[in-house]
């Protein structure tokens, strides 16, 4: 009998509890960034590819999408490009035509344009690669809202890595940057969202 | 029957000294990533079982096919990755570590030659007690989902 009292005033404590908190407890949530919503402004640029310079202009009319990597990346870059590859060969012939990749370096020291091409063909035919002066490259990955720093590590390969955005940013036919791909999103969905602006009037 | 007794304690005595954590150790699904044309440096992924009671931890990776091999793992920092090397690989007492793109994986810095789709590379784990471990790992193509490239055929 006690015991049940004891159990039942513990039930009530507990319940006044959790009112006085719904009534009262107005927690300051964290604001959540709204990260789809917040894209950069993107826009026209210029940078060298190993046949010569390439505008983003010479794309209107094609889904485009960038890619800001290094080639000295073991790990990250591969697996985005393998990624997109693969969501490129889902694609139709004439929707793959309206199509374009670019992989831009983050890493202007190292990756040279001839060095650039050879990489990024090994994954699709339809990739280009550029790369620019620092400054260029500085330019466009601020409009783009894209990260990207060197790293001195403790590793014995070659002094530095390249921390860097892992998304890829699709630019519509009209040219204006319209979305990001997260890493790692799976090629059915990278082919998805390829048509989506592929056939947006 | 002393003897016999001494004999044997001396054999399982030296049993366990023989025994090192990598009779403990299996691994799973080795492979490496064939490195684009021009790219110095590609990553090796697997899954490390520690079938033993004690902890673990890979200190050392080694292969020869390139003349660096580290242990690194990345860090997602909001969409930027982050590529650091780490000191060790913990495989927990009947756990297993998951060395895959996009987190830890086995380093290989510098190839010696460009590597072929299908090449074996063997590559030797050393773990924190001394003892070691070869596996030899596959070579295969960047894919969206490498793990099942060995299901295809």
Redesign the interface.
Same mark, same amino acid.
């Given at each position: 009998m006690m015991s049940q009292r004891i159990l039942l005033a513990i039930a009530m404590l507990l319940a006044a509890l959790v009112v006085g908190v719904a009534l009262f407890w107005q927690p300051e949530l964290p604001e959540r960034p709204l990260p789809k919503a917040g894209l950069a402004e993107g826009g026209d640029f210029t940078l060298q590819s190993a046949d010569g310079p390439l505008s983003l202009k010479d794309f209107r009319g094609k889904v485009v999408l960038l890619y800001f990597g290094y080639?000295?990346?073991?790990?990250?870059c591969?697996?985005s490009?393998?990624?997109t590859a &693969?969501g490129l060969k889902l694609l139709a012939p004439d929707e793959l035509a309206r199509v374009a990749v670019i992989f831009i370096s983050v890493d202007p020291k190292r990756d040279t344009t001839a060095?650039l091409k &050879?990489?990024?063909q090994?994954?699709h035919p339809a990739l280009r690669g550029v790369t620019g002066t620092p400054e260029a490259i500085d330019e466009v990955t601020k409009r783009y809202g894209v990260?990207y720093a060197e790293?001195k590590?403790?590793?014995?390969?070659?002094g530095y890595?390249v921390?860097?955005?892992?998304?890829t940013y699709v630019v519509a036919a009209d040219g204006r940057l319209v979305g990001r791909i997260?890493?790692?999103t799976?090629?059915e969905q990278v082919a998805e969202i390829i048509r989506k602006y592929l056939y947006q009037p | 029957m002393k003897k016999l007794s001494l004999l044997a304690t001396g054999l399982l005595f030296s049993a366990g000294v023989l025994a090192g954590a990598a009779d403990n150790i299996s691994v799973q699904d080795p492979y490496v990533r064939l490195a684009p044309p021009n790219a110095p440096a590609t990553a090796a992924f697997m899954v490390i079982k520690n079938g033993g009671d004690k902890d673990v931890k890979v200190v050392k990776a080694d292969n020869p096919a390139t003349r660096v091999t580290e242990l690194h793992t990345h860090i997602n920092d909001g969409g930027v990755m982050k590529m650091r090397p780490v000191p060790a690989i913990e495989v927990h007492a009947k756990g297993e570590a998951v060395l895959k793109p996009g987190g830890l994986h086995v380093m290989m810095i510098d190839l010696k030659a460009p590597m072929k789709e299908g090449d074996l590379v063997p590559i030797t784990l050393t773990f924190d007690d001394g003892s070691s471990k070869q596996v030899d790992a596959k070579v295969v193509k960047p894919s969206a989902a490498p793990m099942q490239m060995d299901h295809k055929h």
């Open positions: 080639t000295y990346c073991p790990d990250i591969p697996t490009l393998a990624v &693969e060095r &050879e990489y990024v090994f994954f990260f790293q590590v403790q590793t014995a390969g070659d890595v921390d860097h955005s892992s998304d997260p890493h790692a799976p090629p | -």
